[in-house]
C-alpha cells in the first residue's frame, strides 16, 4: 500500500494539482481520499 500526503495552507488553495499528480505518478490507484480540517 502506498500513502500519499498533500496539503493546503490557505482557503483559496486546492489539492486538485496534488492529487493529480499523485494519481499521473501510480496510475493504477484505485481510489482517493481527502479530508478537510478547517482550523479557526
Known amino acids: 500500500m ?3 500526503y ?3 495552507s ?3 488553495q486546492n489539492l486538485d494539482r496534488q ?3 499523485f494519481i499521473n505518478y501510480r496510475a ?3 481510489a482517493v481520499a481527502a479530508f ?3 482550523l479557526a
Open 2 to 4: 502506498i500513502v500519499a
Open 6 to 8: 498533500a496539503r493546503v
Open 10 to 12: 490557505s482557503t483559496d
Open 19 to 21: 492529487i493529480e499528480a
Open 28 to 30: 493504477e490507484t484505485k
Open 36 to 38: 478537510v480540517f478547517l
